[in-house]
């Protein structure tokens, strides 16, 4: 029926078991939103600036009638059949929903519903089609929100495009009503109101409850630019299941939708349930015909409330007192959710087609199939509570989610540290986390910390730098450097660059990482295991290499020459001693005497230190065992050249020997990727487990000592690890072993065991996976100077191939077909004079996209 769909990869079609834990993510860049979940259910409601994972907004869902003649032919919700424990599954109270009370009634499980529903999941888009031989015809919903590369203000716009295509399949014409029901989400009295204007009809949801804190109040919208519109401003007003009940009654029967109003506030319901509006459009589709209806669902909740500020520990109980509050960039740019809706709707053609031309632009490719689930897959997070974008356009984000709170605060470094996805797709964003790092994470002794309070400047984190995270600082910088060609940004933050790598050997270092100058990182160093190494380790020791080596090319242009040569003769004098000293024939190791307790020492400093603040010694040394804890020693892990991967990214360069960076890479791939994990014994945290392929964080091959007590994780297995590595493996020619890895993630994520959007660490929708859109520049080999004004790409496909790039402020396609190259522009625009180069070979740069394409 819809050939488009019938020829896409069978990875991205979801059916039967297959889409049973899907949510797709809707909304815009930190703006919260819901999800779709495989059933086409309306999931997973995080629109009030904070996450509210497994909740329903009341029983919001869409629903479709067919009449004919006056006569009910059929109607049903647009759902497909239950998928959660049958036995009761979260609600909205603490007693009396959930396990042991059945199957959850907002999934509206007890309302006629469509038994098939085929899922096909394509980041930005997910295309459901419902059908059952009951109803007479069929319903492609195609769902959406702005997702255009280097276009930012569009990208972060706080909607759900929703585009439904109604084929009636019998031989008889029929008038269908498609309607749009939606919770007036978090008001108890809600204030509902019909309004049209420029063709757009909608019901505008306010709140008539006095009482709500400012950091409770917005509204929401449901609208459509259908011709004939029917609404029902409010549902019958009772208790029990009365709204429900009586709203089914009047929508599946012949007739128009009752108009019903209340002018006065609500009572408490007795199952918290938010007030109810249903809008409807009304189409005739004769036999055989098609007709499609739009909706949009749209929100705007402007003030953020910091409610963790107070919170003792990540886990502690929230205090009752007050607390700051924060304003959502996306409040500064649209007045309500009306003006946004009204605005998606005037825009939807453009706006679709450029979000499609990133779709169709990496989805068309030649990449593997496991590759473009990643990339893609992986950036649906940005649409989800995980981010906060600041009303100047800055982006502060947790690490994860739980399912009502943010996972692990201030945009942690040494998570955000791996994730590409930002640098490439939308660079302005990303360089607000250097402008915000740099201004308000900077101890007076040139420490970065690296967790970011909000309000911004309201102070530090307790815990001090750590290493992978504030050299990570550096390197990025250099990389946002390069991607920008804007050197007057850089020399804006070249004193805060500056004082950060002084800081590498600065008396008022309490870490003493290289109090002598020589390139060689070691003292005690914190890092994204959450604890401390000791001593020099190539993983950590990386990261510090590339940032003097960035510091020294930064500097060089910035004119301060004798930063330049000292970064630069330690820079050379740290990589030849990773190379020389850290190298151990078959991978890189951290060089340390694990039963040598005077290494702890000069840091036992009378402080508490470790999750349960314990003495310093009592954490990292251990009598019983007669050794230092928590270490990785000689053992082989999957970031140990983290910095390199770092340096080739961001255009360092390589620094390592280049045999021994190949080694050392297929080194991870045989002793730490496990085909099956059947076998394997993990006490933490189990995020591939029994026949699930995953790459371990670490592993001690025979010969090789284990400490008793190794560093925390050493046995997980984290998706944004796996990319890494893979992505690594792929820049270094060894394609078959980086797919293996990325394969196996993506197969544990097929939609029958976990949520192909939702890669999982620390909680859910994790930042660190977006090291997955490293993987596509890895197959493009893509380095981008837009300082030195040049483009270049190594592809690592043979053959004719069809890539996807993205960088600076365009994205686009680079194919080879015989002989012949080319280079194509799908949206943004280079800068005049850029230099495009394949293969050490000059091209001729791709023509600008035609304006009138978006128009």
């Known amino acids: 029926m819809w050939d488009d769909l019938a020829s896409i990869d069978a990875r991205f079609h979801y059916a039967g ?37 497994q909740s329903y907004n009341g029983y919001s869902h869409f629903a479709i009638k067919a009449e004919k003649d006056g006569k009910l032919v059929d109607a049903r919700v647009l759902n497909g059949p239950y998928d959660l424990n049958p036995a009761g599954a979260p609600g909205m109270r603490k007693m009396f929903d959930g396990f042991g009370h059945g199957a959850n009634r907002q999934t509206l499980v007890g309302v006629p519903h469509f038994r098939n529903v085929e899922f096909y999941g394509r980041f930005p888009t997910a295309d459901l089609v419902f059908s059952d031989d009951r109803f007479p015809g069929a319903v492609r919903l195609t769902a959406f929100s702005p997702f255009i590369p280097h276009e930012d203000r569009d990208s972060s716009m706080p909607a759900a495009m929703l585009e439904f295509e109604i084929v009636n399949t019998g031989a008889e014409a029929l008038t269908y009503t498609l309607a749009g029901t939606l919770g007036n989400y978090g008001a108890n009295s809600g204030k509902n109101s019909f309004r049209q204007a420029s063709g757009v009809s909608a019901m505008h949801l306010t709140s008539d409850d006095p009482e709500l804190k400012e950091t409770e109040r917005g509204d929401l919208t449901i609208a459509t630019d259908a011709e004939l519109v029917e609404h029902t401003d409010y549902h019958f007003r009772g208790q029990w299941f009365d709204d429900l009940s009586v709203y089914w009654k009047e929508f599946a029967r012949p007739g128009p939708l009752p108009t019903r109003h209340y002018d006065k506030p609500r009572s408490k319901h007795m199952y918290f349930q938010p007030e109810h509006t249903t809008l409807g459009a009304k189409v005739a589709v004769p036999a055989g015909g098609r007709k499609t209806v739009r909706f949009v669902i749209s929100w705007n909740f402007p003030k953020g409330d910091v409610y963790w500020a107070h919170r003792p520990k990540p886990d502690g109980i929230i205090p009752d007192r007050a607390t700051p509050a924060w304003t959502n960039y996306y409040s500064t740019q649209w007045a309500d959710s009306l003006a946004t809706a009204t605005d998606a709707l005037s825009r939807w053609d453009e706006l679709k087609r450029r979000t499609l031309a990133f779709r169709d632009g990496l989805f068309g490719s030649t990449l593997p199939a496991e590759v473009k689930d990643a990339a893609s897959s992986t950036l649906a997070l940005l649409r989800t509570a995980t981010v906060i974008r600041l009303e100047g356009g800055e982006l502060w984000a947790w690490e994860g989610q739980h399912t009502a709170d943010g996972s692990c605060e201030g945009s942690c470094t040494h998570v955000w540290n791996y994730q590409q996805a930002l640098a490439h797709l939308f660079p302005a964003i990303e360089r607000t986390l250097r402008e915000t790092e740099f201004t308000y994470n900077m101890l007076p002794s040139g420490g970065l910390t690296f967790r970011q309070k909000l309000p911004l400047g309201n102070g530090f984190d307790i815990i001090g730098p750590c290493a992978d995270g504030h050299f990570g600082a550096i390197i990025k910088t250099f990389r946002d450097w390069k991607l920008s060609g804007d050197t007057e940004w850089l020399k804006r933050y070249w004193p805060q660059v500056r004082r950060a790598i002084e800081y590498a050997w600065s008396e008022e270092n309490p870490d003493r990482w290289d109090p002598g100058q020589t390139g060689i990182l070691s003292g005690r160093q914190h890092q994204t295991l959450d604890m401390e190494l000791f001593g020099p380790n190539s993983w950590l020791g990386s990261m510090y290499v590339a940032a003097l080596l960035a510091t020294s090319e930064m500097a ?86 983290l910095g390199q991967w770092h340096a080739e990214v961001a255009g360092i360069g390589r620094f390592l020997d280049q045999g021994q960076i190949e080694t050392a890479l297929r080194s991870v791939h045989a002793n730490n990727f496990r ?148 280079i194509a522009l799908l949206g943004g625009s280079l800068q005049p004079g850029t230099k495009i180069i394949v293969d050490g070979r000059t091209i001729a740069a791709p023509a600008p996209v035609a304006t009138s394409e978006f128009q």
């Open 17 to 53: 078991e297959r889409s049973r834990y899907l949510a797709f993510p809707l909304g815009g860049i930190g703006s919260g939103g819901f999800s779709i979940s495989g059933s086409g259910r309306l999931i997973d409601w995080s629109l009030r600036n904070r996450p509210a994972l």
């Open 556 to 641: 060089t242009v910035i004119g301060d020459d004798e930063l330049a040569a000292t970064t630069a003769r330690m820079g050379r004098a740290g990589a030849e001693y990773i190379d020389r000293e850290l190298f151990n024939g078959r991978w890189f190791i951290q060089k340390i005497d694990l039963s040598d307790k005077s290494v702890l020492t000069p840091f036992d400093e009378g402080r508490a230190a470790g999750v349960l603040a314990d003495s310093f010694m009592d954490v990292y040394w251990s009598d019983e065992f007669g050794e230092i804890k928590y270490q990785v020693g000689e053992g082989c892990i999957s970031d140990q050249i």
């Open 675 to 822: 085909p099956s994990l059947a076998d394997h014994f993990n006490p933490c945290r189990n995020y591939a487990f029994e026949d699930e392929g995953g790459l371990l964080i670490a592993t001690y091959p025979d010969g090789i000592r284990q400490p008793m007590v190794a560093a925390p994780y050493a046995e997980e297995v984290w998706t944004g690890i796996e990319y890494m590595s893979a992505s690594h493996m792929i820049m270094h020619g060894l394609v078959k072993e980086g797919l293996d890895i990325v394969r196996a993630a993506r197969d544990r994520h097929d939609g029958a065991a976990r949520n192909p959007w939702n890669d999982i660490e620390c909680g859910s929708y994790y930042a660190r996976s977006m090291s997955a859109w490293q993987l596509v520049n890895a197959f493009s080999g893509l380095e981008a100077d837009f300082v030195a004004g040049r483009l270049s790409f190594a592809p690592k496909l043979t053959g004719d191939y069809r890539l996807f790039w993205s960088a600076g402020t365009a994205f686009g396609t680079l194919s080879r077909s015989g002989a012949e190259i080319n």
